[in-house]
């Protein structure tokens, strides 16, 4: 029989990763996961999306990933627009990582690499490095988008997780509050279309 004097022993995930959260009390184990019915997928959003939002969207990303490199030291491996989410709150949750050891520093760079990825569908509906580099030949003049997606696919040097979240892209729209509650909005807007 167990110690009945043991503490209960609960383990929390971060705000912006959707993942089951387990709770461990007086040795009975219990899962529980957010209702499917609030959460609404990024593809919503494959016809292009505002900067600002997109900075929003990334910033929520890139501080799930910080938890999943930094904290739980695994790899997500899988960032696209089908694996990020929205709650009706409007927090950006990044679908449950796929369970690896970070042993090695290359699979977090290909998850920053999945990132600039991201921001790069959000912003011009389409993803792929041989999309971008084409896209950016074209292009006469860069924005702070494809600066950012620049930053992060560079294959001389992938940038830390935390040089991406000081990138200049996310001081310029730094009022993520104020994106969240518009961003709300325009997704209430979106899904009473569908």
């Known amino acids: 029989m167990a110690s009945t004097d043991m503490p209960d022993t609960i383990y929390h995930t971060h705000e912006n990763i959707l993942d089951l959260i387990p709770t461990v009390q ?5 899962i529980s996961v957010e209702p499917a019915k609030s959460l609404k997928s990024f593809s919503l959003f494959r016809h292009g999306c505002n900067e600002k939002y997109i900075s929003f969207v990334i910033m929520g990303v890139l501080k799930g990933l910080e938890y999943i490199h930094v904290r739980e030291n695994l790899v997500h491996g899988n960032i696209n627009l089908d694996n990020v989410f929205v709650d009706n709150d409007c927090k950006v949750k990044l679908e449950s990582p796929m ?3 970070c042993q090695v520093d290359q699979e977090q760079k290909t998850d920053i690499q999945m990132v600039g990825e991201l921001a790069l569908s959000l912003s ?10 084409g896209y950016m030949r074209k292009k006469k003049k860069t924005g702070l988008v494809e600066n950012l997606v620049k930053f992060c696919l560079n294959p001389s040097r992938t940038p830390t997780l935390r040089e991406v979240i000081n990138h ?3 001081k310029e729209f730094g009022e993520f509050d104020r994106y969240q509650e518009k961003l709300k909005k325009r997704l209430q807007k979106k899904l009473c279309k569908i």
Do not use: P, Q
């Open 168 to 170: 200049e892209f996310f």
């Open 99 to 101: 369970r690896k050891n």
């Open 124 to 133: 011009t509906k389409k993803s792929g490095i041989k999309f971008f580099l």
């Open 26 to 30: 007086n040795e009975e184990f219990s």
